[in-house]
């Protein structure tokens, strides 16, 4: 899912990242029209190529989210909807005629989108992020970074980075689960260079030296969402989509669902919940749909 306030670009950027229109925009609603302001789940399923690999994508957003007067619990149904994914796969698993491939529905990252204010990140934002970090990866994202000055950016995601230490905030990757020696130098760099990604979305193409480019187009020039010099957008996408990609499923699996089944067996008396009717739910998560071949 991705997360943040109304107005932060959040459908923009999701149609950025997979270069189509896999947002909320694709699913029957105008631009004119008036979007709910109610924390309405929706999922849209989608299947993107990535270096040869077909897989099923889905986004799962969340119009509205803390844009109510009282925001209190506002997460709660994020958190509900998360918890009953990994329901839904534990009653395939325990099921006793289970399918060879459970239909994986489980959320495996949510982006949590921070408003550029170049001040402290709002309470919302830290209740939010301590309450969902226990049970699904998050990923901070400064949005519209093109508003802010390189050195404000630069002092805002310093600040981000202590706020999110100080109230014991664990991001993705966390800290906890690097695996060798190798996996800390390369993700201690990103959690203390990258994050949170400093991005601009936008699914607009413009002609730039004779390149078509995506981009945002101001008074003084273009904004390349692609160009590392203007905005961290490609650093997002390909830890996203390339690098961590199997890491994120892994750490669902093995940590966020093994803690969810743990305590729902706890619950039960070690028994296994009954098995459900399996519906037919549409993939909300990243699944291949060939197998993957790393480079």
């Known amino acids: 899912p991705k997360k943040g306030q109304s107005g932060l670009g959040k459908s923009t950027l999701v149609n950025t990242l997979f270069k189509s229109q896999v947002s909320r925009k694709s699913s029957g609603w105008n631009r004119e029209e008036k979007i709910p302001k109610t924390v309405e789940i929706k999922a849209i399923g989608h299947v993107i190529e990535e270096g040869g690999v077909k897989m099923k994508l889905t986004v799962i957003d969340t119009p509205g989210f803390g844009d109510q007067i009282n925001n209190e619990n506002c997460w709660e149904p994020i958190e509900k909807y998360i918890n009953e994914q990994y329901e839904k796969f534990l009653k395939e698993e325990v099921n006793i005629a289970r399918k060879k491939r459970i239909p994986d529905t489980r959320v495996h990252c949510c982006l949590y989108f921070i408003s550029p204010t170049g001040h402290s990140l709002r309470p919302l934002d830290l209740e939010f992020m301590k309450h969902l970090s226990k049970v699904v990866n998050i990923i901070p994202v400064i949005a519209k970074a093109d508003t802010m000055t390189l050195e404000e950016k630069t002092e805002f995601k310093q600040r981000v980075r202590k706020e999110l230490e100080v109230n014991g905030i664990e991001f993705y990757p966390q800290k906890e689960f690097d695996e060798d020696l190798e996996d800390k130098t390369e993700n201690d760099k990103i959690r203390q260079e990258s994050m949170p990604f400093a991005v601009v979305g936008s699914d607009k193409e413009y002609q730039v030296n004779g390149k078509r480019v995506l981009g945002r187009?101001?008074?003084?020039?273009?904004?390349?969402?692609?160009?590392?010099?203007?905005?961290?957008?490609?650093?997002?996408?390909?830890?996203?989509?390339?690098?961590?990609?199997?890491d994120l499923k892994e750490v669902t699996h093995n940590i966020h669902y093994e803690t969810y089944r743990a305590k729902r067996l706890n619950d039960n008396g070690g028994l296994p919940p009954t098995p459900a009717t399996p519906d037919s739910a549409t993939g909300l998560s990243l699944q291949h749909v060939a197998p993957p071949r790393w480079e």
């Open 217 to 246: 187009k101001t008074p003084w020039g273009i904004i390349e969402v692609e160009n590392l010099n203007h905005c961290e957008f490609a650093l997002l996408r390909d830890f996203v989509i390339r690098t961590h990609l199997q």
